[in-house]
């Protein structure tokens, strides 16, 4: 990936916060909180390792201590391994309300040894309906990987192990929202979706296999940390301008062929491309969000 040339901030962030840049990572102590699941979500290895837990009583779910707005985070994860059919790992970025805004990676189990579906989402003041579902092209139980967003004035990068697998542009000039106004948490959570998750249903979470665990390590992040004062500024001022290159951060040509190579190979459904879905026409935004 490459920085494009400067963009005014000034223009595209008018904020009822402020913001102060900062990059940091590694402790999970310090920078999430286990939020459900009666202790099945765990922080071990002083910090560095956490741990959610799903079995027919409950699943689990932490959060971040802070609020971001912008930024480039990223987390490695290893997936539940085996038979994980009906369970989800949710792994996203959202703020609250119906008119919220949220960045989601959520990875579908499957029976042993039939591929994890990784589905992408963008909320924009509440809407959705922006969905594109991939395979990988690994085994995400055998080892950890790692999920990166990122979300910057211009655009928002979906990678996995660097590799960017979508690209979702602001798309302001067509009358399309653009998450940049409300601060959001990272979040995650397993939990239970047999309803849904896995063929459409048909296949329900074998219970004699749980409990279910997946696993969390080396976050980081490098953004926008909001806080409650009544400024309007996310000015990279506060560390060196290298550290803070994501802020115009786009896809140089070696990225795009990788973005192609995975959206041709891997991609298994992609909104912008369903008719039936979208009889009186597409959405707008997919005319600059081109896909191999």
């Not at 223009?11 to 913001?19: A, M, N």
């Not at 948490?185 to 296949?203: F, K, P, Q």
Request: some cysteine; proline content about 4%.
């Amino acid at each position: 990936m490459a920085s494009s040339n400067p963009v005014s901030l000034v223009l595209v962030i008018s904020l009822v916060i402020s913001c102060f840049v900062i990059a940091f990572g590694g402790n999970f102590h310090q920078d999430f909180d286990i939020t459900w699941g009666d202790g099945r979500g765990k922080i071990l290895d002083n910090g560095q390792l956490l741990t959610l837990s799903l079995d027919k009583a409950s699943g689990s779910g932490f959060q971040s201590k802070n609020e971001y707005l912008f930024g480039k985070i990223d987390m490695q994860l290893k997936l539940v391994p085996g038979n994980s059919a009906g369970t989800v790992t949710a792994y996203y970025l959202s703020s609250q309300g119906s008119t919220h805004d949220e960045i989601d990676f959520e990875f579908l189990g499957n029976l042993s040894g039939d591929p994890y579906i990784l589905h992408t989402n963008v909320f924009s003041q509440g809407k959705g309906d922006r969905e594109q579902q991939f395979y990988l092209w690994f085994d995400p139980t055998a080892d950890f990987h790692t999920y990166s967003i990122l979300w910057n004035p211009q655009r928002i990068i979906f990678s996995v192990d660097g590799t960017p697998i979508r690209e979702f542009k602001n798309a302001e000039s067509l009358g399309v929202a653009y998450p940049k106004n409300q601060p959001m948490r990272i979040y995650s959570s397993l939990w239970n979706a047999d309803d849904w998750a896995t063929r459409g249903g048909l296949v329900k979470t074998d219970w004699n296999e749980a409990p279910f665990t997946a696993s969390y390590r080396n976050f980081n992040a490098n953004a926008c940390v909001s806080s409650s004062s009544g400024s309007s500024s996310c000015t990279p001022s506060s560390t060196s301008s290298s550290s803070n290159s994501w802020l115009n951060e786009e896809l140089d040509s070696t990225s795009q062929e990788r973005l192609k190579w995975v959206q041709k190979n891997y991609m298994i459904y992609n909104y912008c491309s369903d008719s039936k879905r979208f009889s009186q026409g597409v959405p707008p935004e997919c005319a600059i969000n081109t896909t191999a």
